[in-house]
């Protein structure tokens, strides 16, 4: 068994983990979990960890009074620096921690950004979409005007913002943290995804995001993690 033990839920941030480990190239055990109907996570998941949410990364032997110890990391950032820090340390897939640096300063803020502005839109999007799926035939109506309405004063416009930001960053470099693919680049990659889920993003408007998210999905770290964890679907 390895000293890596990753839980993994479908169609989620987990995946991020998943292609981390394999770009990596770190021994590690695989549990996958499907949603349930509800598109929520099941509740083996709690057994894990309380949150019961993924990514959770079980890690032995951070107890030094009890080296056998599993130790459960959560939130995908997190687990990242983790990673980063612990079997990186040649900086391959992250810029070292340098103030006056750039490349680690667009690491540092894309890492951040991903989750604390560009991904919540685009959640409230899933689930007004999730909720208008799900409701009874004399409800969805309402239902669809609810989510017309929260689009366009709330979800539109933010993602707007988020891509414009996304694509004026990649028009300048290759990869979010300059020249060189980065654990950033896995971090913004499961964002792009998600807001091209329908492959709905104008391609001459996103020119550039889009190139980036075709190299992205070309690496062959990503496409083994595909194999072992699913495709993304939203």
Known sequence: MSDLHLHHLQNSRSFRILWLLEELGVAYDLTTYERTKSYLAPKALERVHPSGKAPILEVTGLNPKDPEQKTP???????????MAKYDTEFKLHPEVEADSKAWRDYDFWMHYSEASAMPPLVMRLVFSKVV????????????????QVEALMISK???IALDLVE???????WFAGSEFSAADVQMCFVIEAANSREDL??????????????????????????KGGKLEF
């Not at 990391?73 to 990673?83: A, K």
């Not at 799926?133 to 017309?148: D, F, M, V, W, Y």
């Not at 004026?168 to 290759?174: I, N, R, T």
């Not at 104008?202 to 998210?213: A, C, F, S």
């Open 73 to 83: 990391l959560i939130e995908s950032g997190h687990i990242i620096d983790y990673l």
């Open 133 to 148: 799926e799900r409701s009874p035939t004399l409800i969805k109506p309402i239902a669809k005007g609810i989510r017309k």
């Open 158 to 160: 933010n993602i707007s």
């Open 168 to 174: 004026a960053k990649l028009s300048s470099d290759q």
């Open 202 to 227: 104008d391609t001459v408007r996103y020119t550039n995001t889009l190139n980036w998210l075709k190299r992205c999905q070309s690496r062959p770290a990503y496409q083994a993690a595909v194999k």
